[in-house]
């Protein structure tokens, strides 16, 4: 089985500061990784993902993520944050390609962006 | 393409009231899946399926069912509601390996159970 944890709950930050969200998995197969974001009252929508090559991904709205299978990490950073980056972020990971169940999900971590 | 939708957006349900959510995708999706979300838990896989006629439990599908007669439709029933069911449901679907196993979610239905 699979498992992610986001290791904060709640990060707040200054606008125009970087940002790190942190994401740890576990899994005895290869996965593929995924970020996703919930602006307020919406539903989810796809930041980015890894599947395989570089470790470094890129996404949406500049935010990028790196694959570490060493430390079973996948972080996500902005190295600027806007005001609209305020929302709840959450890291997934998928091992249907192995035969096993759809998206296993942290608990989230809520962004902050104060002016 | 409508992608995936859902319906009620809102319901109020008594404890003890039957109801069904409903979910269907237009993207000849093999992959569906319905999740609940609650405050600080993220999102809980609770029944998927791989396609028509096949689906299995995912990680809280006590008082859920589940059926998949087509490969659009993807209905979650609640068969006697309880306030624990008070939440938000998401039902996602994905095309699978050909996507990446990308998943594309619906809107969401928010539900009350008093």
């Known amino acids: 089985a699979q498992s992610v944890t986001q290791l904060d709950s709640q990060v707040p930050v200054f606008e125009e500061a970087p940002v790190e969200l942190r994401c740890n998995y576990s899994?005895?197969?290869?996965?593929?990784l995924f970020w996703y974001v919930q602006y307020p009252n919406q539903g989810l929508q796809l930041l980015l993902k890894?599947?395989?090559?570089s470790t470094l991904v890129k996404g949406i709205n500049g935010f990028e993520a790196e694959f570490n299978k060493s430390q079973t990490s996948f972080h996500l950073r902005k190295p600027s944050v806007h005001i609209s980056d305020t929302a709840e972020y959450f890291c997934?990971?998928?091992?249907w390609g192995s035969g096993n169940t759809p998206l296993v999900f942290g608990k989230g971590t809520r962004l902050s962006v104060i002016a | 393409n409508a992608g995936v939708t859902q319906t009620p957006k809102f319901q109020v349900l008594k404890t003890g009231q039957s109801m069904t959510l409903q979910c269907a995708q237009d993207?000849?999706?093999?992959?569906m899946s319905w999740y609940r979300q609650d405050p600080g838990m993220g999102l809980r896989l609770i029944h998927y399926?791989?396609?028509?006629?096949?689906?299995d439990q995912g990680e809280v599908p006590n008082g859920y069912n589940v059926s998949r007669s087509t490969t659009e439709d993807f209905p979650l029933r609640l068969l006697s509601a309880a306030p624990s069911q008070t939440s938000v449901y998401f039902c996602?679907?994905?095309?699978?390996?050909?996507?990446?196993?990308?998943?594309?979610f619906g809107p969401g239905t928010r539900l009350t159970v008093t």
């Open positions: 890894y599947l395989s090559g």
């Open positions: 993207m000849n999706h093999e992959y």
């Open positions: 996602a679907s994905t095309r699978g390996r050909d996507s990446s196993y990308e998943q594309y």
């Open positions: 899994s005895s197969v290869s996965v593929y």
């Open positions: 399926s791989v396609g028509a006629g096949i689906t």
């Open positions: 997934a990971v998928s091992a």
